[in-house]
């Protein structure tokens, strides 16, 4: 008999530690919870990065949880439209540049016919200033050209190196990359330098049209011979930046330090505006959401202090944390922050501010008393 009530407790003992555990694991489990008048989340900034023209995805350089910069590039969109209104501007740059000579030759014979200075003048300083309006526009096309290669260089540089790294390619192959980014760095800074030039001498040229005009009576036929011209030349201008707006969109670029969080598109994806490409969040919180239930949310003030406990290793209180903002109606409570999850709740979201010392992850719970 004696033998068989040892033989029982042999088994039963293992049992009944087991359940005295997972009881002691449940009521802790309750107790935590029952600690805090509230639970929140820590969160940071979360940003989808969107192009804002419908484009196709040529690159995404960051890779998934990988740490990105701001101002970093993230994916490089190449969009056709674009492509083809560059090649449009020009070629309208270049029949107003014809249009322009025309008008020139016909207001020289104008000119010689009255023999007048003043009128000889008067052609010259209009048409000056449309040659210079016109040579800044074959300036800002040819730049906004250059700079989408450029974007492509520089992608093509940041690839090499990463490939040396791994010793995918040789040297060469990336010294030849940044070869070429340089030359093209080179050549867009000079006609940045060129394009300045021509913005100062159409200012100066327009001041002597002025000031002319000012001493001497205008020409119908001159001022008439040129308005269209000029009419067109700004109707290219107004289009050129439109075109230098739109090819900046095409490069997406991280708005503040943080995490990839998401890649929503990769390389040869056509997508439409505003749809996300790459979504980044904050490596740290910054501040954490809690929602006070009804009985509560009537006490909730902007810059009342609470108490913050982390539960988690390595556990820590912040005794004079802030919140900073309080939502003005009641919302329902997100699944993760429920007591019960099979029974729905219903509370006013507060935002608490992080204080320095408190580490956290994103998506962590964190207790908050003082209410």
């Given amino acids: 008999m004696r033998k068989i009530l040892s033989s029982l407790n042999l088994h039963i003992t293992p049992v009944v530690i087991w359940v005295v555990a997972l009881v002691c694991v449940v009521g802790l489990f309750q107790q935590r919870w029952r600690s805090f008048e509230i639970v929140g989340m820590a969160h940071g900034r979360v940003s989808l990065i969107a192009p804002t023209t419908t484009a196709v995805v040529k690159v995404v350089p960051v890779e998934l949880f990988g740490r990105v910069s701001e101002h970093e590039t993230l994916a490089v969109l190449y969009d056709e439209l674009l492509q083809a209104e560059l090649s449009i501007a020009a070629a309208e740059i270049e029949r107003l540049q014809a249009e322009l000579n025309a008008t020139h030759n016909q207001l020289s014979v104008e000119a010689d016919r009255l023999e007048t200075d003043w009128v000889a003048s008067g052609r010259r300083f209009s048409v000056d200033a449309e040659q210079l309006r016109l040579n800044i526009l074959q300036t800002q096309t040819v730049l906004e050209t250059d700079r989408i290669m450029l974007q492509d260089l520089e992608l093509d540089v940041k690839i090499s190196k990463d490939l040396l790294a791994k010793d995918a390619v040789t040297p060469y192959d990336l010294q030849k990359a940044q070869a070429a980014y340089d030359a093209l760095a080179k050549k867009i800074q000079e006609n940045e330098i060129l394009l300045d030039q021509y913005q100062q001498y159409l200012t100066e040229a327009e001041k002597?049209?002025?000031?002319?005009?000012?001493?001497?009576?205008?020409?119908?036929?001159l001022e008439s011979a040129l308005e269209p011209v000029r009419k067109a030349i700004t109707v290219q201008e107004k289009r050129i930046e439109e075109i230098a707006a739109r090819r900046a969109g095409l490069v997406l670029r991280a708005p503040f330090d943080g995490i990839v969080s998401q890649i929503q598109a990769r390389a040869g994806q056509t997508v439409l505006a505003g749809a996300p490409v790459v979504t980044i969040a904050e490596a740290q919180p910054t501040e954490i959401i809690a929602y006070a239930d009804e009985n509560q949310a009537g006490l909730l003030r902007e810059n009342?202090?609470?108490?913050l406990v982390k539960t988690n290793l390595p556990a820590q209180i912040a005794t004079a944390a802030q919140i900073t903002h309080v939502g003005p109606t009641v919302e329902p409570v997100p699944l993760r922050l429920l007591r019960n999850p099979n029974i729905p709740q219903w509370g006013r979201p507060f935002l608490v501010k992080i204080p320095p010392g408190l580490e956290l992850v994103p998506g962590e719970l964190v207790g908050i008393r003082g209410l």
């Fill in 208 to 221: 002597r049209r002025e000031e002319f005009a000012q001493r001497q009576p205008a020409v119908a036929s």
């Fill in 304 to 307: 009342m202090e609470v108490q």
